[in-house]
């Protein structure tokens, strides 16, 4: 199928249904949400009924209330983070593209030693030092992730820099804006939001992750990961309940990795054939 | 070559005297007075003056530093601020757990997923490829804690196979160990495997796209000698490399998946540090991460200049 | 010496309404080749000639049952020996391959495998399929090392592909591929990618092996005066259709077909027409290079003590082959390598040597084309947008105004002034280099610097570009710098040329002046490398070279 030029793939429609669904169900859940996430309604683990979609949790509240507030804060704070990282990143990146030399040096030498470690032990030892909360993490995720976004956004830029449409501009004494403007940035923007969904999807994961490790969201806020935590004892014991949640964290990224697909393939096909 | 090799071990060094600079950086001096950081709420005057002569904070950064590392080079890396033993004592037993079972788990994950993936490449295009694509979109999709958990739910509690708790204790066999630590083996398996898998196709679907292959191919070899002998030597340097990231994944891995078996390994042992703010015990939980992680990156960094003919025959 | 199989006699190859098909990302059917049928006997080469495009390495390749990943053979039959090469198995494939039929690549340092050694390379088909033992293959190998003149035969083998040069290791695959005595070679383009003064040599070292073991051979090539020195009859390809076939004499000297007729009349001029009279129609010059020295990093001078000047309205031609810094040259006169030592002067004015600090005026009066032209137009721009944007930048006109100025620039270069919406994609190659020149015309400059801009262009096309461009100095004025490795290039668009060896210029003048004697030996080589159409070119400047010792 396509539309103005586009192709648009049924993966490219499901990813996007998905996280539609995901990021409405988050934003809206003061007013879609059935019930109170916070407040007790029945006993321990009640199956789903009617009343109660996804049944009731470890003391009693209605499951999927709570994964609807719960999206907020799992999708707000990696969105968070990834933006922050896409701020640092791409700034960065392009500079170290652009203007070379010791700024390139510097930034890619100092993108190294952080690579060097895993980012969760980064994390895990940012923590220890400044502490937990939602700030923090999304502080930390954003900063490490901003040297992945740096190393993308300079190798695309670098790609782009070196053709000679670009040198064409600067022969004829263009300013720097409008060659990032005009020539650069254009060609680097299908690889970069790619890697925008793809960030997004690490950080996602990264917050549940320390969330579920119980070094994320404290209570009585709850996200996905530390929902989970707080009701994986009844794991063992044969109740599947507490995973829905994590079940909600593998539909997101399905979603958005589907559409990162789909950009990705978009970008490596030519548009066209000569005429 | 040699000087290439030394440059490497050189910069390895470098980067893990960097990067434990960076962590003491991070954990006592960038947060500012840590004494009450750390205390928060019990700060009273006293605890905090005993918390400070306990890390040596009355003296300049750099001094407690040099000290530090030449205390963490001897094997001393101070007394744990939560149960006053030496951290080296604490971390001992579960270092050698959390080694275990990464060594479990990367001995049947690496050469299952490196033999996949070159199937995978062999066999582009068929069903057995798109196969290993979707697996590969399902495992970067869940979260480890979730793939763990599923398998409790049925391989622990639905057939009662193996059990949920990875516990076991130093008189047990050998083979009882493997057992015991077979789910979270399993879970870190599954986790990486998908990568790597994906990541060693991609590497030797490159190295198939070279006009030398089309060339073996236009003197009638026979496939398979066409991978073994034309396709494998070329494509050993990222596939090395392909082996050292995912060893990475596993590393965080770890640290999960512990968490989830209740597996009283190095990872855990850290992310209690975190909660509890115990300084010392996740500087050298950071500290034995990073030696381990920056030596097997520059492992592959040597096998991969060892592997490649230019470097092994210059002109 | 081993022999494998008898030397087959009478015809071996019969090609019949070869039908070749691809299909596209989108799913559609193209016809690659169209209904070609040719014969082939022993001993007998035929060259394949046509632009890019025309299907003569698919036709080369589907004689070794072989089509590139997404092309089928939908038609047609290929007779080897009088059975059809399509009904082979993957069994049948593997002994045809290598065995009966070799194929020769146009770029052998990308078809060497890296990771083994020449020799293992050289010996694997005839190792693998059973033909010999070690011992014979090791004493072949050395016999053919020889007879294609490399150095050391004994040893050469023992060498990775890294650690040989390109003419050698473009002769080791020839070895590669005669070492199972096949009765059918099929060379692609191989020597395209070498420098004349190479070419030669390969190529005499091809005749002689093709000679000697009086093997059939398809010789496929852009080049007509290559397949001149080489082929017995020649096929012109056009579009995946057969133009006309016939002996080479007849081909090259009565061609039948007006295509063939553009072709051949196309490289007569390159070799033959008069050279551009030296007019020098300005008094002083507009652009003078005064003793520059240029590098890169490092020490080694890439551009050593060259001097040129430039008046208005002449065209000079850098010429030399890759490394000789000819390119470096014109990144130095634009400042995008700031020179070390020397002065450029631009209208008698020192040019500062970074582009940063010379005058928007001055970057304005010398303008740059560039080799090629789909990375030299930002793919997400139309027309109007990159035609436009000079005129502008530099003249402060408004939109309207612009837009009639790009459409005055679009009819001077022959395009139609609707393409002013179209993208660089929507165009073909030559359309392409067009709105290059549009773009740099806009400026109205004083000098043009053409950076081999028709060396990725096919023959038909570039000689139209040249055309174009001799008509647009005649207009304007306009000055070109024209660096190339072409010398039929040079004959016919310049009126001056210097020519530059490893960073240095060994001769420079009047073009008529420097192509004729008494030459300097580096101009002497390079023009009588440059191959001619007369057939026996090529045996003529062997037997020269070995005289003169």
Known sequence: ????????????????????????????????????????????????????????????????????????????????????????????????????????????????????????????????????????????????????????????????????????????????????????????????????????????????????????????????????????????????????????????????????????????RPQGENA | ???????????????????????????????????????????????????????????????????????????????????????????????????????????????????????AAIYRNSIYDRLVNISTLAAISMPEFFIGYILILFLAVQFRWFPAIATFKPEQTFTQHLYATFLPMLTLVLVVIAHMMRMTRTSVLTVMASPYIEMALLKGLSKARIVVRHA???????????????????????????????????????????????????????????????????????????????????? | MAQVRPKAEGQILDVRNLRIEAVTETGQRVTLIDDISFTLNAGEVLGLIGESGAGKSTIGLSTLAYARTGCQITGGQIML?????????????????????????????????????????VAEVALKHGLMNRAQVRMDAIRLFRELDLPNPDVFGKRYPHQVSGGQLQRAMAAMAMIAKPDLLVFDEPTTALDVTTQVEVLASFKKLIREHRTAALYITHD?????????????????????????????????????????????????????????????????????????????????????????????????????????????????????????????????PRLQDRSKEQLRRIQMIYQMPDVALNPRQTLLDIIGRPVQFYFGKRRAEVRVRVEELLQQIDLPPDYIKRRPHELSGGQKQRVCIARALAAEPDIIICDEITSALDPLVADEILRLLRRIQDDTGVAFLFITHDLGTVRRIANKVAVMLKGKMVANGPTEQVFSPPFHPYTELLLSSVPEMRPDWLDEVLSRRRKAG
């Not at chain 3, 030592?341 to 040019?351: E, H, I, P, R």
């Open chain 1, 1 to 268: 199928m396509r539309v103005g030029g586009i192709r648009i793939t049924l993966t490219a429609i499901i990813g996007t249904l998905i996280i539609l669904a995901c990021v409405g169900g988050a934003i809206l859940a003061p007013w879609v949400a059935p019930h109170d996430p916070n407040l007790p309604m029945g006993g321990r683990w009640d199956p789903p009924s009617p009343e109660h979609w996804l049944g009731l949790d470890q003391i009693g509240r209605d499951m999927f209330s709570r994964i609807l507030y719960g999206g907020r804060i799992s999708i707000g704070l990696a969105m968070l983070a990834t933006i922050l990282a896409f701020v640092v990143g791409v700034v960065t990146g392009l500079a170290a593209a652009i203007f070379g030399g010791w700024i390139d040096m510097l930034f890619s030498r100092v993108a190294d030693v952080v690579l060097s470690i895993p980012n969760l032990m980064w994390a895990l030892i940012i923590l220890s030092g400044f502490g937990t909360g939602a700030t923090i993490i999304v502080l930390t995720i954003g900063s490490l992730y901003s040297v992945y976004v740096f190393r993308v956004a300079r190798s695309v830029a670098m790609n782009v820099v070196v053709l000679e449409y670009v040198e064409a501009a600067r022969l004829r004494g263009e300013g720097l804006m409008w060659v990032i403007l005009r020539e650069i940035l254009p060609n680097a923007l299908p690889p970069l939001a790619a890697e925008f969904g793809l960030r997004f999807c690490f950080a996602f994961l990264f917050v549940a992750a320390l969330s579920f490790l119980g070094l994320g969201v404290q209570p009585p806020d709850a996200d996905w990961g530390s929902m989970v935590k707080e009701s994986a004892l009844a794991i063992p014991a044969g109740i599947a309940a507490p995973l829905y949640p994590a079940a909600a964290i593998a539909l997101l990224t399905i979603g958005v990795n589907m559409v990162v697909d789909w950009l990705l393939s978009m970008y490596s």
């Open chain 3, 81 to 121: 020996h009088g059975s059809d090469l399509r009904g082979l198995s993957v069994r049948g494939r593997q002994s045809l391959r290598g065995v009966k039929v070799a194929y020769i690549a146009q770029s052998a340092a990308a078809a060497f495998n890296p990771a083994h050694t020449i020799f293992d390379q």
């Open chain 3, 224 to 352: 007509l005066a290559v397949v001149a020195q080489i082929a017995d009859r020649i096929m012109v390809l056009r579009g995946g259709k057969m133009v006309e076939q016939g002996t080479a004499t007849q081909i090259l000297q009565q061609p039948g077909m007006d295509y063939t007729r553009m072709l051949v009349a196309e490289r007569v001029a390159a070799e033959q027409s008069r050279f551009v009279e030296d007019h020098a129609a300005g008094d002083r010059p507009v652009l003078e290079v005064k003793n520059v020295v240029a590098a890169y990093r490092g020490t080694v001078n890439v551009i050593d003590d060259v001097s040129i000047d430039v008046r208005r309205g002449d065209t000079l031609a850098i010429v030399g082959e890759s490394g000789s810094g000819k390119s470096t040259l014109a990144r130095v006169i634009v400042g995008l390598l700031p020179r070390r030592q020397g002065d450029v002067l631009f209208d008698a004015a020192s040019l500062k």
């Open chain 2, 232 to 315: 494998l030597p070329n494509a050993m340097a990222p596939i090395i490399n392909v082996i050292a990231l995912n060893l990475a994944y596993l590393i965080v891995g770890v640290v999960v998946v512990e968490a989830v078996f209740t597996y009283n390994g190095l990872g855990r042992l850290m992310v209690d540090a975190v909660s509890k703010r115990d300084v010392p015990v996740v500087q050298a939980c950071g500290l034995i991460f990073a030696v381990v992680f920056i030596g097997l990156n520059l492992i592959a960094d040597v096998l991969s200049i060892l592997s490649n003919p230019r470097l092994r025959h210059p002109r």
């Open chain 2, 1 to 119: 070559m040699l000087k290439l090799l030394g440059q490497r071990l050189v910069l390895g060094i470098l980067t893990l005297i960097l990067v434990s600079a960076l962590i003491f950086a991070v954990t006592e001096w960038l947060p500012g007075d840590i004494a009450t950081n750390i205390l928060g709420q019990q700060a009273t005057p006293e605890n905090v003056a005993a918390i400070r002569a306990e890390l040596g904070l009355d003296r300049p950064p750099y001094e407690r530093y040099v000290e530090w590392l030449r205390g963490a080079v001897d094997g001393d890396f101070g007394t744990s601020l939560a149960n006053k033993r030496p951290v080296a004592d604490v971390i001992g037993p579960r270092l050698w757990n959390t080694l275990f079972l990464a060594a479990y788990a990367a001995l049947i994950a690496v050469p299952l997923s490196v033999f996949l993936g070159i199937l």
